[in-house]
Structure formats: structure tokens, C-alpha cells
């Protein structure tokens, strides 16, 4: 590719980056610091730290962050340990099994917990019928323990992210290393804790950084939960008087400012390679044979941890069949009404064709600017190339719900991007939010592809004749394809499935995406939670069949795409 | 320093046979070398005296201890291994001190031998450094220094030499040989590079194919091969098939009947003798072959010169024997340098250098 390309692409991106996604910081940041008199105050930043409320809701975020990483970390490590070194029956399914909460919305899962865990829920149903619980007066679970509910849907959700992360590092380091630990004289556990666990901790910590982030700012969770103490629910809850009101932009710039200073101590103590792999393998690892028992135990335990993240789901399931469900451990009787009526109801219709056509949209954009930025960091040679990768990543550390609250601050009237809202269609929003936010799994993605297939290719088809841009089109693109496929999916899947920025950036009901119409329903009466568990359900199929795609084309390196 | 003993080691990978019946005895302080082509089981056989490998079949004895299903780390061997496999988020003093720790050594004694290990192989002060600060060679001085620091009681090398540059490669071997034998370690080197083997070994073992083709010294091993593909992969040589037709009037040396005439020499086995009549394979070295006039062997080849290679020690000759093959003849560094012709050239070797070997 000739160099004035490689820097108009550069210079693209780079502007799209400032409009769309320093600008929108930038406008959330002003609007939280620029008091009446358009003077800067730290006023605004200062009440959210004195107001008992908005202090309770950060600390409460902040708990519910830290117990969902360390309950994270606790089931993923052991389970990407079992699965790098030993052999058991199931491996390989399990491992792919173990993988599925990823892909089932935990905010659909939600509606499922609460189905089981409610008062006339099933566990209570099941205890009584067991005789271990007094049927007048059954235990309110979700009632008592909210935001432990939160934090254990938080962590069946998020665990495949660490475990991804942690079994690629496993299986990266090359088995010389602990060898030399074994050669001098080191038993297996120590083994572990001095060599192995501090040469995958930057995988582990990526990771863990990308689930802190995420269940810090968590929206979809504790709203279904009804549980308004958290600083995510707060900022939506005080929405409808944005107008004018500067705390959510305040709150949204403290949130912003916990997750980013997280994300850099991360790096700053794992990300220099200094401590990342060692090298290349240069002895093949075997998986070590267990006894019988010990074997079984590792499936059983995959098993297990598979189950239990399956369980609000496949409450969803249930519900979305159920002709009633209340006081039984399993629905009475079951229907097909459901889908059928969710089929015809005005707001899933139209909810499932907004999240194609925003989704497709989002995957499009998402795809050319990810191909555009993995091409120029990986391939050429120009200054500032690491700069726009760097950049391109980001969006990992920086919430959604910040970026949405950017983007509803940037097309206020009177502002320059106040076209953007089409009068009241948050198409283009949409389609923007969706894209910078997931187009990390894009780059990274499209950069592992032309990482693989080496220039000499391309350079060997324009020895042969063809023009830089014909030997790409032609050598090197065919070669990224299933990266590009697979990051697209990806991609889409998410969007669909994407909650802070279709709550706050879709406002009326003819422009709700998927997430919205689910909420939406559930707080509706009747057989509103049915519906919604039906759309779940719709929801559901589609990622995992994108993402069961994703997979197979991408092999292994499907945890390439979750490092942060 | 320990005596190691290989009895009738078997290992299979899945359904390949990679190493059969192996049997070896390695003395104390030996400095012993494993060659053989990739694939031959040499590697294979070094992790299994370090405890990587547990044999389907056999034993391996330190001394009087069955070491067979002991585990690695209660060997005590020390190891270089091919990627010299330093720790990276260790710096080089806490590399080389990591098996001192697991010994529980106290701390005073740990900072004195690392100091002492890491002066012994030139990097003395050096031991703060970060390895992605070292170069190459830097990085395969820790790696040696880590596995000598302990005193172990063999010392495993695993090609430790094929990662650096030719010059490097060239210092590194003598120094290597000097640490052991000042240090009187038993050592096994793992290696396919026979000028390697052929200048550090006090003895070695050629593999092929999972067996010990041969175990000898350099000397033995290089002048007489026990089979066609040692003396291939040992040097450069010449073969040419024949016939064994008698002993000859030479005690201890045996005609041999050949396309271009009948050839004298020896066999490469002082405990075979060939049969008349028996069809064998005679090595003759390159070097062994020259255009002098010796007047006390039969072996003539009448030829022309084909192909002359310059190489500055040596000139390398293409002879083509007339009835025969295309043999290697090869001059240090000749006054005269042949040049290629249609006319008749007549290379001779000594008995003592046509070597015989079953066919």
C-alpha cells in the first residue's frame, strides 16, 4: 500500500476518533465542570461525593466491581489451569460449553433469577416441597440479598473473559520455563505460584480489567434487580430531566474516572511486555493424564460451573413457555403463546428490525475502521501508527454509559453534531455508539490476521506484477477473511445485545432496540415478563449462533479478542 | 557426579516407537555427547534422565538410585535447555539464584554463589539486569550459569550452542568443555552438529531412528563408523559397493573387488572379519584421498577431474572414476590448484584409510 494511502487512512481515523469519540468525552467532561455562568466548577464533582445517595451508589458499584472480578478470577483460573495441562473426558466440548454465559445476556438471565429466586419462585417452591421451608412464610432471596443476586449474575456472566484470557497465556508459555523451575529443583506447586501465575498475570489482568470496567459501570443487571443504589441505575433513573441537570454528567465523569484509572494501573504493573509469555514454545506441552476420579472431578467441575451459568437462562426459557409460573418449581403447563403473541406485538417487531438495521449498520462501520487501523499498525511504518492502535482500544476502558452520555451532550441543540439526531431517530447515535465501542474486538481481530499472514505474500504477488492495492485485494484480504469474519460477528452480536447506550440513547418506543423493548416489557404488566422472556429467548439463538460461528471460524483465538 | 545408566529404555507417542531398547552407561565426569539427525529420539532420551519423561520400558540409575519415576524436580541434574527458557519476569540474579532457593540455601550463601556463578561465566555484574536486556550469547551464559549453580549432579545440555552466531558457537565450545572438566561434571550435550560433538566429546552416542547406532570416542567413531549412515553423518565420505574376494598378504587387511578394480583395506570392526565372497560397503574419506604417488597401497582410482570447489583451508576435487562412481578428493590448502579436464588424473588412498563395513 502506497504511503500517502496508509496516511490518508490515517488521518480518516484519526478525525473520526476526535469527533466521535474524544469529542464525546470531551462534552460529557464539560458538561460536568461548566457551571450556569459557563465557568469552569468543580462543584457539580464535589456534590456527588457529598450526597449520601450518589457516595452510597459509587461505593455500592465499586463493591459489586471488585467481588465480581475476584469471584471471576476464583471459578476462571482453576478451570483454564484444569484445561491447559490436563486430560479429562469432555474436554474439548466443555471448554467450548464453559464459554456459553458469555453469549447469554446477563440482563436477560435476570428475568429468569428473579422467576427462580422470587418469593413464589421456584427454589422457594422446591424447598417447601421438600419440607425444609414454611409455605407461609417463604424467604424473599432477591429482597435481602440484592446486590449479592447482582454480583452472582455479574460473575456467571463475565468469568469466560478471564478464563479465555488466562488459558490463552496458559498455553502460550512455553513449557520450557517451568521445566528449568522443575530442573532446579521445584515441586509443581510452587511451580505454579512462581512461575507460572506471574508469567500469565498480564493475561489474567487484561482480563480482569475488562470485567472490573464492565461490572462497574453495569446497567442492565441491578435495573432488572430494581435495585437503584448503584451510580449506573442513578444516571438512568435522573435522565428524564437531563435537561439542564449536570449531576448525571458528573457522576458519568467520576465513573469514567475510577475505570480509567484502574485500566492504567493495569497496564502500568502487567502491560510492559517485560513480563508477558517468554517466547516463543519450543517444546510441545502434553496434557497430563488424570486418575479416573481425579479426571471425572474436572468434568464435573466444568460441568458445574457450566450449569450454574445456565440456570437464570434456562429460567428465561421456562418462562417464555410457561402458561403460569408461580408456586411451582417448574411452570404448570407450557405454550407456544407467547412467541407467538410476541410475534405480533407492535414493540418486538419493530424492536427486532431497529436492532438488525443498527446492529448491521454498526458492524459495517465498525468493520472498515477496524480493518483501516489493524491494517496501518500492523502493516506500515508511519509515525503514530502505535498512537491510533492504542486509541482503538480504548473504548475498552471508557463505559458505555459515558460514551452515551458523550454522545447525548455533543447533539444537545446548539451544539455542531446536533444533526446527528435525525429530529428524534438515534439511528445515527446508535450506530456510532455501537461501533467505537465494540470496535476493539474489530482491530484486534483484524491485527491478529495480518499478523499471520506474512508481507512476503503480498510483496511476492507485486514482484509478480500487481499493483499494492491489487496484491491486498487479492493476496492478503482473502487471507484475513475468517479474522474479519469472525470480528464482524462479533461485532454485530454485541450490538444487538448492547444495553447503557440503547436505554439512554433511544427514547421513544417506534426506536427501541431489542434491550429497550425487554425492558420495557418487564416493567409492563400481565404477560409482559413472558414476552419479554420470549424476545430473550429470540435474542439469545442469534448471538449464539453468531458467536458459536465466530468460533469456529477463529479457532483458538477467540480469547485474542478480549485482551485489553 | 554421578555414573548414569540407560537400561532397555522404551517410549512410545501415541503409536511411534521414538526411542527402543536403549542401553548406555554414561562414567562420572564424563563429558558424553547424544547426535543424531532431528527426529533420531536424542532429545527425547535428555529428557528422560531429566525426569520430563517417564519410560513405557526400562530403568535409568544415578549411581545405585533408580531415578525412573522419580520426578524432575528431586533429580538434581541441571538443564540448559534449547531456548535457554529464562524467566522473564525475573532479572538475571534471580534467575540463576532460583534453584539455590528451592534448596532452601540461607540467604548469605545464596547472594555469594550467584556473584560466583555469574564471574564464572563472564557476567559478573551484570545481575540486575532484565533478560530482554541481554543479548544472545548474554542469555546462554544465565541459562549455564543458572544450571551450574546448584552443583548438580549431571548437567544437561539440549542443544545449548544453536541459537548463537559462528563465532560465538566456536568460544562457547570451549568454554563449555572447560566448566565441566574443571568441575569434573558428568555432562550429556545433545546435539546435531558433529564438529560439535567431534571436538568437545569425550565420548559419544550416534542415534538413529529412536536406537544407539554407535558409542565411542571421536576417534573411534569417525575412523571407524559402525554403519554406512555413521559414517555419513559423522564426515564427508566416499562409498563404493564391492565384493570381499580374500584377506590379503597384509595381516588384518582384506581385498575387495570393486567395478574399477580390487581395492585394499581394512574392516571398521577389530572383531569382523569379512567373507569372501561377502558383499560389503567401502568409506573412504575425502581426505584420506590424494594425488600423490604411494607406493605401498593398491588403491588406484584413474579418473578426471569434474568439478573443483575452492574453500580456502582446502580445495574439494568431483573425480569421476573411470568404470566407478563420483568420488570427493580433498587437498589442504595445495600448492597448485587442479582445474576441471578431460585428462586422465589418478587419486590413490592408503589401506588404512578404506574402511569396510557390512553392507
Request: charged fraction near 15%.
Amino acid at each position: 500500500m502506497s504511503k500517502s494511502l496508509s496516511i490518508l487512512i490515517f488521518l480518516v481515523m484519526t478525525a473520526f476518533f476526535a469527533c466521535f469519540f474524544a469529542y464525546p468525552i470531551w462534552a460529557a467532561l464539560e458538561a460536568a465542570f461548566r457551571g450556569p455562568d459557563h465557568k469552569f466548577t468543580l462543584e457539580y464533582i464535589s456534590e456527588v461525593f457529598l450526597n449520601e445517595l450518589y457516595r452510597e451508589g459509587l461505593w455500592n458499584s465499586l463493591i459489586i466491581a471488585v467481588w465480581t472480578t475476584l469471584g471471576s478470577l476464583a471459578i476462571a483460573l482453576p478451570l483454564a489451569v484444569c484445561y491447559v495441562r490436563f486430560a479429562f473426558p469432555g474436554r474439548a466440548l466443555l471448554n467450548s460449553l464453559v464459554l456459553m454465559p458469555m453469549i447469554l445476556p446477563p440482563f436477560v438471565g435476570a428475568i429468569g433469577i428473579k422467576a427462580m429466586l422470587g418469593q413464589a419462585g421456584a427454589l422457594n417452591s422446591l424447598l417447601i416441597n421438600l419440607g425444609l421451608m414454611d409455605a407461609m412464610h417463604p424467604t424473599d432471596w432477591l429482597g435481602q440479598q440484592r446486590m449479592l443476586g447482582i454480583i452472582i449474575m455479574e460473575v456467571l456472566h463475565l468469568y469466560p473473559i478471564i478464563y479465555l484470557n488466562a488459558a490463552a497465556a496458559l498455553s502460550n508459555l512455553d513449557p520450557a520455563l517451568e521445566e528449568a523451575a522443575a530442573n532446579l529443583g521445584c515441586n509443581a506447586w510452587s511451580r505454579f505460584w512462581r512461575v507460572t501465575l506471574p508469567l500469565i498475570m498480564p493475561g489474567v489482568f487484561a482480563g480482569g480489567t475488562i470485567v472490573f470496567v464492565w461490572s462497574f459501570t453495569e446497567m442492565g443487571v441491578p435495573l432488572l434487580f430494581d435495585y437503584d443504589r448503584v451510580t449506573a441505575v442513578q444516571v438512568f433513573r435522573s435522565i428524564n430531566d437531563l435537561s439542564g441537570n449536570p449531576f448525571p454528567y458528573a457522576l458519568v465523569t467520576v465513573m469514567l474516572v475510577f475505570s480509567t484509572l484502574f485500566y492504567l494501573t493495569s497496564k502500568l504493573f502487567f502491560g510492559n511486555s517485560s513480563a508477558s509469555g517468554g517466547g516463543r514454545a519450543t517444546t510441545g506441552r502434553e496434557t497430563i493424564k488424570l486418575p479416573v476420579w481425579i479426571g471425572w472431578a474436572c468434568t464435573a467441575f466444568f460441568a458445574g460451573v457450566t450449569f450454574l451459568a445456565v440456570l437464570p437462562h434456562l429460567g428465561v426459557v421456562l418462562l417464555s413457555f410457561s402458561k403460569d409460573w408461580y408456586g411451582t418449581v417448574i411452570p404448570h403447563s407450557l405454550t407456544l403463546e407467547h412467541y407467538h403473541d410476541a410475534l405480533g406485538h407492535e414493540l418486538t417487531l419493530s424492536s427486532i428490525a431497529n436492532s438488525l438495521k443498527y446492529s448491521a449498520l454498526a458492524m459495517l462501520v465498525a468493520l472498515i475502521l477496524g480493518i483501516g487501523v489493524a491494517y496501518v499498525s500492523v502493516r506500515t511504518r508511519i509515525w503514530g501508527r502505535q498512537i491510533l492502535d492504542a486509541m482503538a482500544m480504548l473504548p475498552l476502558a471508557v463505559p458505555g454509559i459515558v460514551m452515551a452520555f458523550g454522545y447525548l451532550a455533543m447533539t444537545r441543540e446548539g451544539q455542531p453534531f446536533h444533526w446527528l439526531m435525525l429530529g428524534e431517530d438515534p439511528l445515527l447515535l446508535l450506530v456510532i455508539a455501537y461501533a467505537v465501542r465494540r470496535l476493539p474486538y474489530v482491530v484486534r481481530s483484524a491485527a491478529a490476521g495480518f499478523q499471520q499472514v506474512s508481507p512476503t505474500l503480498e510483496e511476492a504477488a507485486q514482484n509478480l506484477g500487481a499493483r499494492p492495492e491489487k496484491a491486498l485485494w487479492r493476496i492478503t484480504l482473502p487471507l484475513v477473511a475468517p479474522n474479519l469474519v469472525a470480528g464482524g460477528l462479533l461485532a454485530f452480536s454485541f450490538a444487538m445485545l448492547e444495553v447503557s447506550d440503547s436505554m439512554i440513547l433511544a427514547q421513544q418506543a417506534a426506536h427501541f432496540p431489542i434491550t429497550k423493548a425487554i425492558y420495557s416489557l418487564v416493567l409492563s404488566l400481565g404477560s409482559g415478563p413472558n414476552l419479554a422472556s420470549a424476545l430473550g429467548v429470540w435474542a439469545m439463538i442469534f448471538l449464539a449462533v453468531t458467536i458459536l460461528g465466530a468460533g469456529v471460524i477463529l479457532g483458538k483465538k477467540l480469547g485474542a479478542l478480549f485482551r485489553g | 557426579m554421578v555414573t548414569i545408566t540407560i537400561q532397555e529404555l522404551t517410549k512410545r507417542f501415541g503409536g511411534s516407537v521414538v526411542l527402543s531398547s536403549v542401553n548406555l552407561q554414561i562414567e562420572a565426569g564424563e563429558l558424553f555427547f547424544l547426535l543424531g539427525p532431528s527426529g533420531c529420539g536424542k532429545t527425547t532420551l535428555l529428557r528422560h534422565i531429566a525426569g520430563f519423561y517417564t519410560p513405557d520400558e526400562g530403568k535409568i540409575w544415578f549411581d545405585d538410585e533408580d531415578v525412573t519415576r522419580l520426578p524432575a524436580h528431586k533429580r538434581g541434574t541441571g538443564m540448559m535447555f534449547q531456548s535457554y527458557a529464562l524467566w522473564p519476569h525475573l532479572n538475571v540474579a534471580q534467575n540463576v539464584a532460583f534453584g539455590l532457593e528451592e534448596r532452601k540455601r540461607p540467604r548469605k550463601e545464596i547472594e555469594h554463589r550467584v556473584a560466583e556463578a555469574l564471574d564464572q561465566v563472564k557476567l559478573d555484574g551484570l545481575g540486575s539486569r532484565k533478560i530482554q536486556q541481554l543479548s544472545g550469547g548474554q542469555q546462554q551464559r544465565v541459562a549455564l550459569a543458572r544450571a551450574l549453580v546448584i552443583r548438580p549432579k549431571c548437567l544437561l545440555l539440549d542443544e545449548p550452542l544453536s541459537n548463537l552466531d559462528a563465532k560465538l558457537r566456536l568460544e562457547m565450545r570451549t568454554e563449555i568443555r572447560h566448566i565441566c572438566k574443571q568441575h569434573g561434571l558428568t555432562a550429556i550435550y545433545v546435539t546435531h552438529d558433529r564438529d560439535e560433538a567431534l571436538s568437545m566429546a569425550d565420548r559419544m552416542a550416534i542415534m538413529e531412528a529412536g536406537k544407539l547406532v554407535q558409542v565411542g570416542t571421536p576417534t573411534e567413531v569417525y575412523r571407524n563408523p559402525a554403519t554406512r549412515m555413521v559414517a555419513e553423518f559423522i564426515g564427508e565420505t566416499n562409498f563404493v559397493e564391492g565384493r570381499t574376494l580374500r584377506e590379503s598378504s597384509w595381516a588384518g587387511f582384506f581385498d575387495v573387488e570393486t567395478p574399477f578394480g580390487t581395492l585394499r583395506g581394512r574392516s571398521n570392526d577389530s572383531t569382523w572379519q569379512p567373507a569372501p565372497g561377502q558383499p560389503v560397503v567401502l568409506s573412504i574419506r575425502p581426505e584420506a584421498m590424494t594425488f600423490a604417488n604411494l607406493t605401498d597401497s593398491p588403491n588406484r582410482f584413474p579418473g578426471h577431474i569434474v568439478d573443483t570447489t575452492y574453500l580456502g583451508p582446502t580445495v574439494q576435487y568431483l573425480l569421476q572414476v573411470q568404470n566407478g562412481p563420483l568420488m570427493k578428493v580433498c587437498e589442504i590448502n595445495p600448492q597448485e590448484i587442479r582445474p576441471p579436464s578431460q585428462e586422465e588424473t589418478r587419486a590413490m588412498a592408503g589401506m588404512n584409510d578404506v574402511v569396510i563395513l557390512r553392507k
